[in-house]
Structure formats: structure tokens, C-alpha cells
């Protein structure tokens, strides 16, 4: 046998100098079809394979990729097939299959794959594959098969069935599964086209191909909204919900429950419960999904056996997916998808799941935190205490130390988030962004810290000084972005529910507030946010967040130097006062012929987000200005006593309710007190008739007792 390689290595070296050194192309010709002779029975290894790339290079195959001249007697595709069987070669080395001269190849690989394919072009289509198999594997690959049409290719290629087809759907997935958004982004028609073959196919069989398909169908669901907008997509859609249903209604062993499982959760991911149908059928259906993955959960953590757990990372994330629709379905009051008696039974089933979601974290170790399981774990756990805030309370608080220690080393480190295969949980924005678990626990540590004893363990775990620093980097991310108008990133989502925790700290814990340095640190970044955040109306609610924050700290922390007339203190003071004071206007009453006080056109859309930071941003600047005694001359010059006193004498008195009546002769009476500028203001303006139509005993009596007595009112 060694002998027989000797000698066909030694004819190959032969043919490789023939090629070298031929006169003729008949004497290449001959040299050639004796190497591809070779190339194809799999003859030959790395250092041959070298050999016969310099010997020829790319130069030779290219021209017979062209050539459209066959040798005599041979069929018409002669010269391509050789060109195709030389380049296939040459891919097998990583380093050749990334060359240009392959990659400017690829819409030739993809003519060939779409041409008629006769019995004696087979090898040409298996070469093809080959070929585009190992440019996938490369650096650029990926980007210039998407780019190089090589997607639709392939789509077609499935679709048409034809040789090699199955190689088609392989590649596809790999393509997917590197580059998804762009190949949805370029191809998303072709793409559907192949999701409606799958879906079809898996709804009619009644095999183990049914299975297989479940494996391979989450590669094919896209996470942007094409699905719900597109009526092919929805009957794609209707598809997979009708299959999953005959799965998951029938007896089943744990190697078919699991891809199913997996497959209902891709497609929550992709488009929530908008796949489930509204109706009896339907809310039977995501009751027995969220109970079969509640089992999963409680199965695999609650006795968790290190080997078990680790085979079951990917279904168990997967029903975290599931577990999470759960909770938003079961809290959905608008069209609910669930019954009362569903969501409560479902209720006590995701709380044993989470017990054991709690279990297991509990016993992590040190070198498992980087697992991107722990962080699945977590993010679910978050998802639940943002909602469910009476039941597993104990349990929760005995696992808090955890979760803010190592919400802390993810912060501290950055660390790019490894993806998990399938179903992964970390984030739709890609998996490399840095691992936020802060993100996901803040609404639950927000609802904590309004309690005693879960506030007690994250003040003593240092929680705040945390969310201090992890306010600052995503106020910096924040300010990197986009300034145009776009939906809410996930950076100020989290700034908003940060502020929420501080808010409730500063209300029940003002001695921290004074004491920790933290928050003077944190004064200085609203000071200099708030200003900047204002004057763009689309962070409304952040700034409404901020500017109520400032002020509620501003009375803690009113010795501060910070606060002491500084340049951003004012601006800060005056930027809240723009806030606050253009919050209500005049507007036609269409019950009258007068006037009402409404919410002002640009707060309408935030106004449900924004009005009990707005009430508790007014009460706060009324409990600061006897304390800045500069504040006053920042409300004369945003000239907000006149624009107020004007507008309570335009509108009908019993359009503006009693809290707001309240609200604002509070900060009326604190600038009455604090200025004579401002007292002469409000007298100037008829102040102690209004206060007097309006009901404002407070104000009427400080007008009095100050000498003011009334000017007398221009009559209404």
C-alpha cells in the first residue's frame, strides 16, 4: 500500500512539472485531467495540495471557469468542471478559501448552482458546496456571500430540489446563524419562501421528520417583525402553532419534547404570544407550553446534578423564554389571552419554578459565573421580581448578596456575552454587548427597595454605590448615541428605573443620602444632566426622571457645595423650572365656550410616564426654595410667575382639579415667603383675587400677613 501512494504521489509530481512546463494545451489538458483525477478520489494531502496551488495558482482555474471551448469529444462544461474541481481543492486550506481570487468567485458558484443540472454536472454542484462551505468558515466569507447574492442563491437551490439540495438548507443554517439580521435584511422573500416549505412540511408530517424539523426550523425564524407584517409569514406562523399543537398535545418522550419546546421558544422571542391564537384553543395551548416548561425548570434545578444540568442548559433557557411569556400573559389585562382561573394556576406554577431558579443560583460557584446560563438564570428572576413582588419574598432577600455581587463582577468586568446555541436569553441586541445582568434585576430592585428589609440588605451589599457607577456608564452611553428621535434603548430604559431606586432611597432612607458619598457624586451627574437632556423632547421621561431625582436630593443635600449657587446648580434649577412650568396650557374647554387648564400638547403622549414625577417635582422645588435663597430669581427669570398667574386667570376655575390647585399654591406660598420680588409678582397680577378664587387659603393669608393686602383686581 505504501508503495502504491509513493507512486501515485511520484505521478502526481510528474503531472504537476507537465503543467509547469507544458508547450501545449493539449499536453496541460492531459497533465490536468490526471491531477483532478486525483483531487477527486481524495488522493491528495496539504503538501501536495500546496504543490499543485503553485504550480498553477488561481491564474489556470480562472481561465477554465471561462473557457468556452470543451476539448474534443467532451461534454460542454468540460473546462468548468476541472476549474471547479481545482478551486474545491484549493478550498480546503483555510487560508486559500478566504483569497479574493475565491471570493470574487462567488456569483459564478451561484450561477452554477441555479443552472439545469444533467447527471454529468453533479460533481461540478458538489465542488460548488464545497467550495462555498469553506468560504463560510472564513473571516470575511460570511459578509460576501450575503453581499454576493449567495442567500437567494441557495434558497432557490432547496426550493428547486434539486442535487445537493439538502447541502443548500446546511449552508443556509450556517449563513443564519452568523449573519441573520443581514441575510433577512437582503433576502428576507427568499428566506420566507423556504420558512413556508419548512413550515408546510412540518405540519404535514406525521414521522420523526416532524422532530428533526422542530431542530431545524429556529434557524429560520427571524427576530425582526416580518413574521406578524407579512401574510406569508403569518401563515407560516399558523403553521408551526397548528404542528407544535399536535407535539406538544401528545405523549412524549424528552428527546421530542425538548426541540419543540426550543421551537416555541424562538418563535416567542421573534414575535412574543402573537403566534398563539386569541380563543379557547389557544389560551389551552400557552397554559400547557408555560406548565411544560415550569416541569423543565423544576426538574432539572431543583436536584441538580452537575451533568444533567449541563446537558439541559439549552431547553432549560429555552423555557425561561417560555416561563417570561408566562408572567407578561398572565399581567396582560388588554385582550388577555388567559382566563382568571389560567393566569392564577399559572401563577403558583412559575412560583415553583422560580423557587428552583433560586435554588440552583444558590448553590453557583465562584468559577461558574461566567456561564452564560447563570446569566439566563438571572435575567428570569429579574423578569419575575419586577412583577411578582409578594410571593418567595424570603427566599429572594436570602439570595439579594448574590445577585449584587454579581451583578457587580459583570459590571466591573464588561465581560462580551457568550451565546448559548439556541433560545439564548442574554439579549436580541447580540451577543456582543457586554452581559448587563443590572438591566434585568433594576425593576425588581426597585420594588426591594421600597421595603424594609430587602432595602436593608442592598444598602449593606452596597447597591448604591453600584448603581452610581452603573447610572454614570450608561449616561455615557446614553450621550454616544443617536440624538434623532428613535424607540427607547435599553440604556435609558435603565437610567429611568436606576432613577426609580434612588427615588425610593432618597423617601426612605435620607440619612443614607446625606451620609454616602455616592450621592453627592450622583448630584453632580443630574446637575450637569438635566440641562442637556431637556431640551430634547423625545427623553421627556428620563428628564422628568432626572430633574424630579435632582430636586428630592436637592433638599438632602442642600449644604453641598455643589449646590451653592454654582453655574450648573443654577442651570440645573433652571432647567427643572423649564420642566415643571410647561407642563400645563390653555385649551379650548368643549363644554364651554371658555377656557380649561390641560396637560400641554408636548406631554400628552408622556404624560401616564411623567405626572407623579411631575406632582413630586413640584412639591420637592417648593421644599428647596427656603433653602437656595438664589432659587427665587431663577423662577422670576424663567419669568414662570407670570406665565402660571396668567394662565389660572385665562381657564375656568373649575377646570383645574384640586391636587393641582394644591400643587401649585405650595410653590406659589414658598416664593410669596422667600422673595418680595416675587410676592410683588404675584400682587401685580390680581394674586390675592385668584388665590382667593381658586381656593388658595395658603396663599391668600402669606399675601396678607406679608403687608401685601390685594391691588385691586382689573375686574373679571
Known sequence: MASDSGDRHATLKRCLAVLRDARNDSEQFAALLLVTKAVRAGEVDAKIRRQIFDAIGFTFPTRLLTSRQPPADCPPHTFRALGLTLLACFCTDPELAGHSQILNKIPTFNDILLSPCDPDSTSMVDDVYQCLSAVLAT???????????????????????????????????????????????????????????????????EDMTKFELCELLPHFIPLSPL?????????????????????????????????????????????GAEWIPAGSAGSKFLALLVNLACVEVRLTLEEPDPVEVEGKKEVVTACYVLVEMGIQECLREENPLLENVQKMQLMRIMEEAFGAVIFYLRQVKQEELQDPFIFASVRVLGAWMAEETSSLKQEICDLLPFLVKYARKLFKEGSPALSLPQAELVSTEGSALPRDALRFLLPGFCHLTAEDRPRDILISEGAPALLCEYFLRQ???????????????????????????????????????????????????????????????????????????????????????????????????????????????????????????????????????????WFLGMQALAGC????????????????????????????????????????????????????????????????????LYGMAALEQCLAEQGGGSSTPGGK
Open 139 to 205: 473571516a470575511r466569507g460570511p459578509r460576501e456571500l450575503v453581499t454576493k447574492g449567495t442567500v437567494s442563491a441557495l434558497c432557490q437551490a432547496y426550493l428547486n430540489g434539486g442535487h445537493g439540495s439538502d447541502r443548500a438548507l446546511t449552508l443556509l443554517v450556517g449563513l443564519l446563524a452568523v449573519a441573520d439580521a443581514k441575510c433577512w435584511q437582503r433576502d428576507a422573500p427568499q428566506l420566507l419562501a423556504v420558512l413556508s416549505k419548512l413550515s408546510g412540511d412540518f405540519l404535514k408530517a
Open 227 to 271: 413574521l406578524t407584517e407579512n401574510s406569508q409569514g403569518s401563515k407560516c406562523i399558523c403553521r408551526l402553532y397548528k404542528g407544535l399543537a399536535d407535539i406538544l398535545g401528545s405523549k412524549l418522550s424528552q428527546s421530542q419534547r425538548d426541540p419543540a419546546l426550543k421551537l416555541a421558544a424562538s418563535l416567542v422571542q421573534a414575535c
Open 475 to 613: 449616561w455615557e452611553v446614553l450621550t454616544s448615541e443617536s440624538s434623532a428621535p428613535e424607540p427607547l434603548t435599553s440604556a435609558e430604559m435603565s437610567l429611568q428605573t436606576t432613577c426609580g431606586v434612588f427615588l425610593n432611597l432618597v423617601v426612605t432612607a435620607p440619612d443614607l443620602v446625606r451620609r454616602d458619598k455616592t450621592f453627592s457624586s450622583l448630584m453632580d451627574v443630574l446637575l450637569k444632566s438635566l440641562p442637556l437632556l431637556l431640551p430634547q423632547k423625545h427623553h421627556l421621561v428620563l428628564a422628568a426622571n432626572v430633574a424630579t431625582l435632582g430636586l428630592m436630593m436637592a433638599r438632602i443635600l442642600a449644604g453641598s457645595a455643589a449646590l451653592q449657587g454654582t453655574q450648573s446648580a443654577k442651570e440645573f434649577f433652571g432647567a427643572a423650572i423649564r420642566f415643571l412650568s410647561q407642563a400645563h396650557a390653555a385649551q379650548a374647554d368643549p363644554s364651554s365656550d371658555g377656557l380649561a387648564v390641560a396637560v400641554s400638547p408636548p406631554y400628552v403622549s408622556a404624560w401616564d410616564d411623567i405626572r407623579e414625577l
Open 625 to 692: 426654595i427656603p433653602l437656595f435663597p438664589w432659587l427665587p430669581d431663577a423662577a422670576l427669570q424663567a419669568r414662570w410667575l407670570e406665565g402660571l398667574l396668567q394662565l389660572l386667570s385665562c381657564v375656568a376655575p373649575a377646570s383645574v382639579d384640586f391636587e393641582l390647585i394644591t400643587t401649585f399654591q405650595a410653590v406659589l406660598v414658598e416664593l410669596a415667603r422667600a422673595s418680595e420680588q416675587c410676592r410683588g409678582v404675584i400682587l401685580s397680577h390680581h394674586g390675592t383675587e385668584w388665590a382667593n
